[in-house]
C-alpha cells in the first residue's frame, strides 16, 4: 500500500446524504452527484453509501462514468447531466441511463438507437434560464417538447436547469433565474406534456433557496463535507468533510542556512533547518501553486511547505516539530490532532474551489474506504 493515500469516510458521506435528504423535504428526491469518480472519492462506494442513506438518483457527466455503477450492480436511476454526442447514446441506452437534451436532434438520435434495441429512454429536458452553458430557451420549451412528445422510444420526464450562483449572498438572480424555469414550465404545459421530475438545486439552492428544491434536488460538494460558500464557512459542524489526504515523511535531512530547497532554488533556509520529505506531488493532484505556501500537519502542528512542489515530492521545514521521524504520519488534507486543513484552505492558497482541489487527487492515490455506519438524524442547519 502506497503510504500517499485518501481515506474517505462514508459514514460521513452517509451523514451529509441524511442531511440533504432532511432538507429536501418529503416530497422532493435527492440526486447524489458522483460525476468526476464522485469529486475523487471513489464512484462506486460513494454511491453505494449515497444510496443506502436516502438518495435515489444519481447523476454523472458522461454516460462512460456510469459503467462501473452498473457493473457494481447499482441499478437506481442515474442521470447524465449533459448532452453527449450522438454516438455516445448507445451507452445510454444498453445502461438504462435518464438522458438531458437540450435539442430534439439529440432526442432523435437517442429515439433510433431505443428504438432498435426495443427500449425506452427516460429525457431530461435542459433549460438555460441563465448559466449560458447548456440548454434551449424558455421560449422554445413548448415547439422543442412537441418534437420529442411524437417520438415513440424516448418520453420526456423531466424539465431541468442550473443555477448559475445559487451560494451568492444575494438570492436575486437565482430567483430570476427560477422565474424562467417557471415560463418553461408554462411552455411545457401548452405542449400538453407532463413530467414526473422538475429540477434546479445544486448544493447551494438546497441550502439556501427553499423554492428551487421543486420535486428532486441535485447535490455533489455538499456530500463531501465542503461547503458551496467555501473557507468562510468551512466550519459549518453539520457538514462531515468525508476525504483525508495522507502521507508519512519519508526522508529527513539538516539544511544549512544559505542552502536552497527544491527546483529552482525559491527557497533558501534563512537558518539551520530540519526538513522532510514527503512522497506526493503535482501528479498526485498535489497542486505546485502550494509551493512556499502551503502547510501539512504533523503531529498536530502546522508546518510549512519549502520549496517548489515537485511531480512526486515535496519538502516541509519540520524545525519546530519535536522528535520527528522517517515514517511519521503526515496529513495533507483533513483533521490531525486539534488541527484542520480543509479542501477549502488548500484551494484557497491556489486561487480555486475545493471541487477542483478534490477532483485532482489522482488515480496513482490509493483510496481506502472507513466503513458507512448509520447517520443519526442531524439537527438543524
Ligand atoms: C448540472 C449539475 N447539477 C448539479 C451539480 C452539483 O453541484 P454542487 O456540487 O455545487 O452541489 C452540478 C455540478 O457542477 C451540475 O453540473
Same mark, same amino acid.
Request: aromatic residues 4%.
Given at each position: 500500500?502506497?503510504?500517499?493515500?485518501?481515506?474517505?469516510?462514508?459514514?460521513?458521506?452517509?451523514?451529509?446524504?441524511? @442531511?440533504?435528504?432532511?432538507?429536501?423535504?418529503?416530497?422532493?428526491?435527492?440526486?447524489?452527484?458522483?460525476?468526476?469518480?464522485?469529486?475523487?472519492?471513489?464512484?462506486?462506494? #460513494?454511491?453505494?453509501?449515497?444510496?443506502?442513506?436516502?438518495?435515489?438518483?444519481?447523476?454523472?457527466?458522461?454516460?462512460?462514468?456510469?459503467?462501473?455503477?452498473?457493473?457494481?450492480?447499482? $441499478?437506481?436511476?442515474?442521470?447524465? @447531466?449533459?448532452?453527449?454526442?450522438?454516438?455516445?447514446?448507445?451507452?445510454?441506452?444498453?445502461?438504462?441511463?435518464?438522458?438531458?437534451?437540450?435539442?430534439?436532434?439529440?432526442?432523435?438520435?437517442?429515439?433510433?438507437?431505443?428504438?432498435?434495441?426495443?427500449?425506452?429512454?427516460?429525457?431530461?429536458?435542459?433549460?438555460? $434560464?441563465?448559466?449560458?452553458?447548456? /440548454?434551449?430557451?424558455?421560449?422554445?420549451?413548448?415547439?422543442?417538447?412537441?418534437?420529442?412528445?411524437?417520438?415513440?422510444?424516448?418520453?420526456?420526464?423531466?424539465?431541468?436547469?442550473?443555477?448559475?450562483?445559487?451560494?451568492?449572498?444575494?438570492?436575486?438572480?437565482?430567483?430570476?433565474?427560477?422565474?424562467?424555469?417557471?415560463?418553461?414550465?408554462?411552455?411545457?404545459?401548452?405542449?400538453?406534456?407532463?413530467?414526473?421530475?422538475?429540477?434546479?438545486?445544486?448544493?447551494?439552492?438546497?441550502?439556501?433557496?427553499?423554492?428551487?428544491?421543486?420535486?428532486?434536488?441535485?447535490?455533489?460538494?455538499?456530500?463531501?463535507?465542503?461547503?458551496?460558500?467555501?473557507?468562510?464557512?468551512?466550519?459549518?459542524?453539520?457538514?462531515?468533510?468525508?476525504?483525508?489526504?495522507? $502521507? #508519512?515523511?519519508?526522508?529527513?535531512?539538516?539544511?544549512?542556512? /544559505?542552502?536552497?530547497?527544491?527546483?529552482?532554488?525559491?527557497?533558501?533556509?534563512?537558518?539551520? @533547518?530540519?526538513?522532510?520529505?514527503?512522497? #506526493?506531488?503535482?501528479?498526485?493532484?498535489?497542486?505546485?501553486?502550494?509551493?512556499?505556501?502551503?502547510?501539512?500537519?504533523?503531529?498536530?502542528?502546522?508546518?510549512?511547505?519549502?520549496?517548489?512542489?515537485?511531480?512526486?515530492?515535496?519538502?516541509?521545514?519540520?524545525? /519546530?516539530?519535536?522528535?520527528?521521524?522517517?515514517?511519521?504520519?503526515?496529513?495533507?488534507?483533513?483533521?490531525?490532532?486539534?488541527?484542520?486543513?480543509?479542501?477549502?484552505? #488548500?484551494?484557497?492558497?491556489?486561487?480555486?474551489?475545493?471541487?477542483?482541489?478534490?477532483?485532482?487527487?489522482?488515480?496513482?492515490?490509493?483510496?481506502?474506504?472507513?466503513?458507512?455506519?448509520?447517520?443519526?438524524?442531524?439537527?438543524?442547519?
Amino acid at each position: 500500500m502506497r503510504p500517499t493515500h485518501a481515506e474517505i469516510d462514508l459514514s460521513a458521506v452517509s451523514a451529509n446524504v441524511s @442531511l440533504a435528504c432532511r432538507l429536501a423535504g418529503r416530497d422532493t428526491q435527492v440526486m447524489a452527484v458522483v460525476k468526476a469518480d464522485a469529486y475523487g472519492h471513489g464512484a462506486v462506494p #460513494v454511491s453505494k453509501a449515497a444510496l443506502e442513506a436516502g438518495a435515489t438518483w444519481l447523476g454523472v457527466a458522461v454516460p462512460e462514468e456510469a459503467v462501473p455503477l452498473r457493473a457494481a450492480g447499482i $441499478t437506481s436511476r442515474i442521470l447524465v @447531466l449533459g448532452p453527449i454526442a450522438p454516438d455516445q447514446a448507445d451507452l445510454v441506452v444498453a445502461l438504462d441511463l435518464d438522458q438531458t437534451v437540450c435539442d430534439p436532434s439529440l432526442a432523435e438520435a437517442v429515439d433510433r438507437v431505443a428504438r432498435a434495441r426495443g427500449r425506452v429512454i427516460s429525457l431530461h429536458l435542459k433549460v438555460d $434560464t441563465g448559466m449560458h452553458r447548456v /440548454g434551449i430557451r424558455p421560449q422554445q420549451v413548448q415547439s422543442v417538447a412537441e418534437r420529442i412528445a411524437a417520438l415513440r422510444s424516448v418520453r420526456l420526464v423531466g424539465l431541468m436547469t442550473h443555477l448559475a450562483a445559487a451560494e451568492a449572498e444575494d438570492p436575486a438572480f437565482a430567483r430570476e433565474q427560477l422565474a424562467r424555469f417557471a415560463e418553461a414550465e408554462r411552455g411545457l404545459a401548452a405542449a400538453g406534456v407532463r413530467v414526473s421530475v422538475r429540477h434546479a438545486a445544486n448544493s447551494a439552492a438546497l441550502i439556501f433557496l427553499p423554492e428551487a428544491r421543486l420535486d428532486l434536488v441535485r447535490p455533489g460538494i455538499m456530500l463531501y463535507g465542503c461547503h458551496p460558500r467555501g473557507r468562510q464557512r468551512h466550519i459549518e459542524p453539520l457538514l462531515k468533510p468525508a476525504l483525508r489526504l495522507r $502521507t #508519512v515523511i519519508s526522508h529527513i535531512q539538516q539544511v544549512a542556512r /544559505g542552502d536552497s530547497v527544491s527546483y529552482g532554488r525559491t527557497f533558501v533556509a534563512p537558518r539551520d @533547518l530540519c526538513v522532510a520529505t514527503l512522497p #506526493v506531488g503535482y501528479a498526485d493532484g498535489y497542486g505546485r501553486l502550494l509551493s512556499n505556501q502551503g502547510h501539512v500537519l504533523i503531529r498536530g502542528l502546522r508546518v510549512p511547505i519549502v520549496g517548489r512542489v515537485c511531480m512526486d515530492m515535496t519538502m516541509v521545514d519540520v524545525t /519546530g516539530v519535536p522528535d520527528v521521524r522517517v515514517g511519521e504520519e503526515v496529513v495533507l488534507i483533513g483533521r490531525q490532532g486539534a488541527e484542520e486543513i480543509t479542501a477549502d484552505d #488548500v484551494a484557497e492558497l491556489q486561487g480555486t474551489i475545493s471541487y477542483e482541489v478534490l477532483c485532482r487527487i489522482g488515480p496513482r492515490v490509493p483510496r481506502i474506504y472507513l466503513p458507512s455506519s448509520p447517520a443519526p438524524p442531524p439537527e438543524g442547519f
